[in-house]
């Protein structure tokens, strides 16, 4: 555990609520830095960008064991990427030649 200026707090082991909230920080501060403005999400959330990055590299054959890895049936990681790659696509052509 991240002490919190309390000596009873040290080396204790973390909740799922504060792993939640470390993630979500440190994403938000790394965004901030990057962006200029926090993008808040979850841990929940990188299981469906990872999934998205493994589609991006076309690499079928590890999307059946990583589904497994995170507990999602191929049929839901289908749907979540279906939706992810929509995203990612309109994302996408705001962002390719922005300063032209």
Known sequence: MIAKGEAASFGQPHSVKSVWTIVRRAIALATTA??????????????????????????????ESFGTLIGHSKEMGDLYAAQIMTDYELAEKVVDDWWL
């Open 34 to 63: 990057l962006f200029g403005e926090p993008k808040w999400t979850n841990p929940h959330a990188l299981r469906h960008i990872a999934e998205k990055h493994i589609r991006l590299l076309n690499k079928p054959d590890m999307l």
